[in-house]
DNA sequence: TCCGTAGTTCAGAAATTCGGAACTGTTGAT
DNA sequence: ATCAACAGTTCCGAATTTCTGAACTACGGA
């Protein structure tokens, strides 16, 4: 298997999160990660509402992400642990993830500071 | 010619205004109208650094805007109005605009209030 | 070694995008 | 009224991208 591709922070592009985040399946994807704790596996976020994702759009999608710089990924054992790189982004894109995040109301509004 | 299709702002998707912008020249056209007091035209939009862009790619990019909610178009004479639904829209999606055009550096980077 | 599980890669079908050419709709001139 | 010029749209074929079942690779345990 090839190694897995990650961008350094400073390629990251704006078009690739985007991107990534416009397919509704990808972005409830992001969602639960940002959510879980440990770091989410491919199989655990195999199933949305009622639609099981096949395993190859499944791991595509996780490429997707991973290629735009939106997760990490890396090998256990015999599963691959994913997690967000929602601080380093949001230091190089502020505000960005978190709007598109409330914008599919997979997280509550943020009040205003005050 | 069909009349223009605006979708109402309560049916406009996030995943719609992320695939929009996730072209780097939809994104600068949506910019340029973004910054332009008067409403832009297509063919005043049609150049972007040096690539002249096609007036069918063109005309679908604005198609692209249009029915993402981003803009409203309207004919006045033989040309075609543009002006972006910015207000509108950061009602319904609180900062995912700006998050994004200050993620493409089009415009700088807000500093926090107080 | 052999098996089961997690995920990747391959490959062909389906869907989408791109852009040149033809077309529509509007204005202004004759 | 007719014509020409111009702004933008639509059509349609070529190129690209996406989707997913099937085959494959990688790891761990017995």
Chains 1, 2 share one sequence.
Do not use: W
């Not at 416009?22 to 009622?50: K, M």
């Not at 380093?88 to 009040?111: H, V």
């Amino acid at each position: 298997m090839r190694p897995l591709f990650h961008p350094a922070l400073e390629d990251i592009r704006p078009e690739a999160i985007l991107y990534a985040l416009s397919d509704p399946e990808r972005a409830a994807i992001y969602a639960q990660l940002a959510g879980a704790a440990g770091g989410g596996t491919c199989s655990a976020l195999g199933q949305l509402g009622d639609r099981v994702i096949p395993k190859s759009s499944l791991s595509n999608h996780f490429k997707v992400l991973r290629e735009s710089g939106l997760i990490l990924s890396e090998r256990q054992g015999v599963e691959m642990r994913n997690q967000t790189r929602f601080a380093e982004l949001d230091e190089r894109f502020p505000g960005l993830i978190k709007a598109i995040l409330i914008a599919y109301g997979q997280i509550p509004e943020q009040p205003k500071a005050g």
